[in-house]
């Protein structure tokens, strides 16, 4: 048995790959577990540096999720959007701050 099969991914990261209309993912269980593994690796990476950003600057909590966000987004960025924003979902919930937006969702509101 590989090691990615027994990786639990969270139904949250897996619905990223499901098409809309249909209840299975459109890629293999290989791929998204990769995809889950470096955006659980990006969400735990960023702990450290929002959290001192929050108090160094003396931030809302959304405004340095929205700043974490800006920072792992974009054309270069290493995530497509939708993980970009399940990263920044999963980074509140590590540091137990307020959901910023509706993890569902793929873009911010």
């Known amino acids: 048995m590989s090691d990615a099969s027994q990786i639990e991914i969270p139904p949250s990261f897996v619905?990223?790959?499901?098409?809309?209309?249909?209840?299975?993912?459109?890629?293999?269980?290989?791929?998204?577990?990769?995809?889950?593994?470096?955006?659980?690796?990006?969400?735990?990476t960023l702990m450290p540096t929002a959290s001192q950003l929050q108090l160094a600057r003396d931030l809302h909590t959304a405004d340095v999720l929205a700043q974490c966000l800006q920072a792992i987004s974009g054309p270069d960025a290493v995530v497509e959007d939708a993980e970009a924003h399940w990263v920044v979902c999963r980074l509140a919930e590590l540091l137990d701050w307020e959901m910023p937006f509706d993890p569902s969702l793929t873009q911010a509101s």
């Not at 809309?20 to 470096?38: C, I, W």
């Open 15 to 44: 619905a990223l790959f499901v098409t809309p209309g249909h209840t299975r993912p459109h890629t293999t269980r290989d791929v998204v577990a990769a995809r889950y593994e470096l955006c659980e690796d990006l969400a735990q």
